[in-house]
């Protein structure tokens, strides 16, 4: 039997992929790490961050970073809108129109050539619209 590091590296890889896409709700790395235990038991937080980072690069996963700390990953990688709880911090996708950047020129964009666009809306989800509620007056 042979061990081929760069096999393992890309099983890993895999499974973190795997792992976003079964949770498939815009998870955090640490979301990303439980799941992908289910499939690599001894899969290290390290290891699940770093692959992570290699498919943001290979452009498999995207970011999303919100008001939140937490940078969350979405394996959805057309050119969508997303909202962030600001009480909880989840993200979840928005069905309105995302922002078209075909027609914007560098000198529009300091120099840049324009490639992608995220647009992170921020409001309050379903579940802490209630406990606000709750906490508020009683009905
Ligand atoms: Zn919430
Ligand atoms: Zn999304």
């Given at each position: ?5 760069t096999?393992r590296?890309s099983k890993?890889?895999?499974a973190v992929l795997?792992a ?6 815009h998870p955090?790395?640490?979301d990303?790490?439980?799941k992908?235990?289910?499939?690599i ?18 452009k498999e996963?995207i ?18 809108c997303?909202i962030?709880?600001?009480v ?10 995302a922002v ?5 020129l560098?000198?529009?964009a ?5 490639d992608?666009?995220?647009v ?6 379903r ?6 509620d709750t906490?508020g007056?009683?009905?």
């Amino acid at each position: 039997m042979e061990t081929k590091p760069t096999r393992r590296g890309s099983k890993q890889k895999m499974a973190v992929l795997d792992a976003t896409k079964r949770l498939s709700n815009h998870p955090t790395a640490e979301d990303i790490f439980f799941k992908a235990k289910e499939e690599i038991v001894s899969i290290s937080f390290s290891t699940v961050y770093r692959n992570l980072g290699i498919l943001v690069k290979e452009k498999e996963l995207i970011p999303i970073s919100g008001p939140g700390s937490e940078i969350h990953y979405d394996h959805v990688i057309n050119n969508h809108c997303h909202i962030q709880c600001r009480v909880c911090g989840k993200v979840r996708d928005m069905n309105v129109p995302a922002v078209d950047f075909s027609g914007i020129l560098p000198s529009d964009a300091s120099g840049f050539t324009v490639d992608g666009v995220c647009v992170t809306f921020t409001g309050t989800c379903r579940d802490c619209q209630v406990e606000t509620d709750t906490k508020g007056e009683q009905k």
